[in-house]
T-cell receptor, first 113, second 117 residues
């Protein structure tokens, strides 16, 4: 079975641009969460979606948005990119919104120049 | 808000030896989970071990075990018989349980573990 798939793996954008990151959860998993990991720090929670509804949002500005599709895949969108948005963006999926069975993808490395 | 503190930025251990990584956390919650995740250079976060706060017995997974001290809010990870493949960043994480809200993980800043020959 395929694990959590994220695309692209690497991305370089210019300040002010928009970016869309994609995540395909493990088949059958209905919950998707997004985390931002700045170099040298632990991941920080951005969003969680369960059954296509937003269940929670971390302390991130409105430039960050996300959605979950009927097939449970998810997109993370970031508008008006800042240099500080440079980070590894991790997606995690699970069967339910529970602490069991979280599986992380390998992330998208975003560099803003 | 919950906080997780890992006070050891880097540690080194020789192959086959035992090493303990420290983690403390701060919360007013009574119902929560604690985790240790491993992040190798491949970047994927891999679950090492999980502990339910209501369980007094310390969790073990093969060579990995924890020392959970709820009153002291301490959650250390012991790796026995260290292997070269254990070289990675290790993150301690906290999750509170609350029905109907996001089950988000709060991570510490990590400990870089190097296993040497």
């Amino acid at each position: 079975d395929a694990g959590v798939t994220q695309s692209p793996t690497h991305l370089i954008k210019t300040r002010g641009q928009h970016v869309t990151l994609r995540c395909s959860p493990i088949s059958g998993h209905k919950s998707v969460s997004w985390y931002q990991q700045v170099l040298g720090q632990g991941p920080q929670f951005i969003f969680q979606y369960y059954e296509k509804e937003e269940r929670g949002r971390g302390n991130f500005p409105d430039r960050f948005s996300a959605r979950q599709f009927p097939n449970y895949s998810s997109e993370l969108n970031v508008n008006a990119l800042l240099l500080g948005d440079s980070a590894l963006y991790l997606c995690a999926s699970s069967l339910r919104d529970s602490p069991y069975g979280y599986t992380f993808g390998s992330g998208t490395r975003l560099t803003v120049v | 808000a919950q906080t997780v503190t890992q006070s050891q930025p880097e540690m080194s251990v020789q192959e086959a030896e035992t090493v303990t990584l420290s983690c403390t956390y701060d919360t007013s919650e009574s119902n929560y989970y604690l985790f240790w995740y491993k992040q190798p250079p491949s970047r994927q976060m891999i679950l090492v071990i999980r502990q339910e706060a209501y369980k007094q017995q310390n969790a073990t997974e093969n060579r990995f075990s924890v020392n959970f001290q709820k009153a002291a809010k301490s959650f250390s990870l012991k790796i026995s018989d260290s292997q070269l493949g254990d070289t990675a960043m290790y993150f301690c994480a906290f999750m509170k349980l609350e029905t109907g809200t996001a089950s988000k993980l709060t991570f510490g800043t990590g400990t870089r573990l190097q296993v040497t020959l």
